[in-house]
């Protein structure tokens, strides 16, 4: 029996989290990779989130640049899709990878209203605010789904609590 599963990644697939979808698969398991375009992002959660982590200067640097330009962000999401459709060919494993608009949760949504769709896997780098208040993509989509939806850390085994 086949199954699609559909992760979405705020960062480019990297070699831990192929191998953590790697587990996932199954013989008919296909992947379809979303990557938001993030035009629009809230610098201050990700300036809170950066002083939780201890990365003070990438913190103050990261605000200092301010929201990123539409055509770097939509050039930062295709090489995302890049690097990551190049992983899941690496890896053996079937599926596709798009770039989607700025609300990542909303795409997945929307994305498994129009698909059949067994799982969803979600993959963040940790977000303290979001994480501790349980508004980061995963908590939001499994609101909205009726579908397992998992938390991995991007680069890690970890998983978040959705």
Known sequence: MSETVVVLTEEPLNEADVQNLQLLAGDETTFSVLIPEDTRRNLVLDFLDRLSMLEVARAFRELLHGQPKPEEARLAADEARRISAEALVRAGLPGSVEVVGDDGVTALVDY??????????????PHAIEDTFHRDWANRAQEKLGIPVLHLYSGTGYIGDS
């Open 112 to 125: 498994v209203k129009n698909h059949e769709v067994t799982r969803a896997v979600v993959i963040t780098t």
